[in-house]
């Protein structure tokens, strides 16, 4: 079946860079976007972008432009977001999502990764 | 950027209730409107697409409406397992935007 699996929770510190990875597997990778989408703790979701898993074209939220970056390996089906210079407000739960496109958003996605900036 | 507002923030309800969540966007976004569903410690489940589309495997106790500025998502008869947290999120231009939520609660 049709899944995103993300990799496992992380614990930074301010000022450091984080890596999450997200899998995709049970259709073609290379036709679809993954967007990035995270949530604070008790907070709304939050779009931070997306990267067409075929072309590499990405796109970014403006608060995130050059602190954010999201590449795809697409031999591995995967998909990466890098976030530099954390901050505490930075700790979130980071979810991947598919863009089915034709008017379909975010129709699957990952379980989500925890990233906890701490000291 | 457009500004999505979810009323009310909760509702407590009873199984059985027929349930109307109101997502209103700051301009107008035509009928590119989503709902999703988010139970806690989980990832959020796609429901509807274009306003009113019901997402294939969706129970059509579920339904959405509305176009332009005013959407509703209407559960017809509620069931245990649909005590969740709702969004609404627009896809009519970047950067795409959800509501604050509406936690339905029994």
């Known amino acids: 079946q049709i899944q995103l699996v993300q990799s496992g929770a992380e614990v930074r510190e301010p000022g450091a860079s984080v890596k999450v990875s997200c899998q995709a597997s049970g259709y073609t990778y290379t036709s679809y976007a993954i967007h990035w989408v995270r949530q604070a703790p008790g907070q709304r979701l939050e779009w931070m972008g997306w990267?067409?898993?075929?072309?590499?074209?990405?796109k970014y939220l403006q608060k995130f432009q050059g602190r954010v970056t999201f590449t795809r390996d697409t031999s591995a089906s995967t998909a990466y977001m890098e976030l530099s210079s954390l901050k505490f407000e930075d700790t979130a739960v980071y979810f991947c999502a598919r863009d089915r496109g034709s008017g379909r958003p975010l129709d699957v996605w990952g379980k989500g990764t925890t990233v906890t900036v701490s000291s | 950027d457009i500004q999505m507002t979810q009323s009310p923030s909760t509702l407590s309800a009873s199984v059985g209730d027929r349930v109307t969540i109101t997502c209103r966007a700051s301009?107008?976004?035509?009928?590119?409107l989503a709902w999703y569903q988010q139970k806690p410690g989980k990832a959020p489940k796609f429901l509807i697409y274009?306003?009113?589309s019901l997402e294939s495997g969706v129970p059509s106790r579920f339904s959405g409406s509305g176009s332009g500025t005013e959407f509703t998502l209407t559960i017809s008869s509620l069931q245990p397992d649909d005590f969740a947290t709702y969004y609404c999120q627009q896809y009519n231009s970047y950067p795409w935007t959800f509501g604050q939520g509406t936690e339905v609660e029994i």
């Open positions: 990267i067409h898993a075929g072309s590499g074209d990405t």
């Open positions: 301009q107008s976004i035509s009928i590119w």
């Open positions: 274009k306003a009113s």
